[in-house]
């Protein structure tokens, strides 16, 4: 069992940055496959990036070049640098684990492979 608590969310204008953390705790988190989802009111949950156990990183579209998933290890936390943000990142953002592979190499950034959530952390960006 794992559980993940995400912090960092907040307000911010557009073309800023915020960077979120999610702590992972009950079990060996290096040996989860990560990832940052998001929604926003009336639409449907989006995957934005994903971080597999050795390293190798996916991103939407949307945010490549803008966001960097990291973890650090020794902290048991992953992160997201949110740069350049724009009004329609803003959403209800949340990290997610699991182990299996369907998660971890197959689809990373599809929310229903993904066993363990967090509650989230809101990030609103204004023009």
């Known amino acids: 069992q794992v559980q993940l608590v995400e912090s960092g969310g907040g307000s911010v204008q557009a073309g800023g940055s915020l960077r979120l953390s999610c702590a992972v705790s009950g079990s060996t988190y290096d040996s989860y496959c990560m990832g940052w989802f998001r929604q926003a009111p009336g639409k449907e949950r989006e995957g934005v990036a994903a971080i597999n156990m050795g390293g190798r990183t996916t991103y939407a579209e949307s945010v490549k070049g803008r966001f960097t998933i990291s973890k650090e290890n020794a902290k048991n936390t992953l992160y997201l640098q949110m740069n350049s943000l724009k009004v329609e990142d803003t959403a209800m953002y949340y990290c997610?684990?699991?182990?299996?592979?369907?998660?971890?190499?197959?689809?990373?950034?599809?929310?229903?492979?993904?066993?363990?959530w967090g509650q989230g952390t809101q990030v609103t960006v204004s023009s």
């Open positions: 997610a684990a699991d182990r299996r592979v369907r998660a971890c190499s197959v689809f990373p950034l599809r929310g229903v492979e993904y066993n363990y």
